[in-house]
């Protein structure tokens, strides 16, 4: 083998090995956030799945239904849980009234009613 095909294959080794370096470690640094947008992306469909069958949620209700919440990324061994029910419901309900997905009448959240709807 030629001298210069043995540099040229350390040096493709070196620059794969940095690129999975580097991807793993901004992986890591994005990883708490995207674990927080798993928990509320978990927790608006379970709302949305109980405000299917119930005409209304109040913040008890929705707290009741985020007990044992987790969210996982795949080929990571790091989870976050819900540990404070009442907060994260308080949290998770604001966010759905912000984006749309419910309004807040009183002490109660209610679905928002599609206006444009498709025959």
């Given at each position: 083998m030629k001298i210069s095909?043995?540099?040229l294959g350390i040096l493709f080794f070196a620059i794969a090995t940095m690129?999975?370096?580097?991807?793993?470690i901004v992986r890591q640094k994005n990883q708490s956030g995207d674990l927080m947008k798993l928990l509320f992306s978990k927790g608006q469909s379970r709302v949305k799945k109980y405000l299917k069958?119930?005409?209304?949620?109040t913040l008890g209700q929705a707290a009741k239904l985020c007990e044992?919440?987790?969210a996982r990324q795949p080929f990571?061994?790091?989870?976050?849980?819900?540990?404070d029910t009442r907060d994260f419901a308080g949290q998770l309900l604001a966010y759905m009234v912000k984006t749309g997905q419910v309004e807040k009448k009183g002490a109660e959240y209610f679905p928002v009613e599609?206006?444009?709807r498709r025959s």
């Open positions: 095909t043995i540099i690129i999975i370096y580097s991807w793993g069958h119930n005409s209304a949620i044992g919440l987790e990571s061994a790091n989870r976050a849980v819900v540990k599609n206006k444009k």
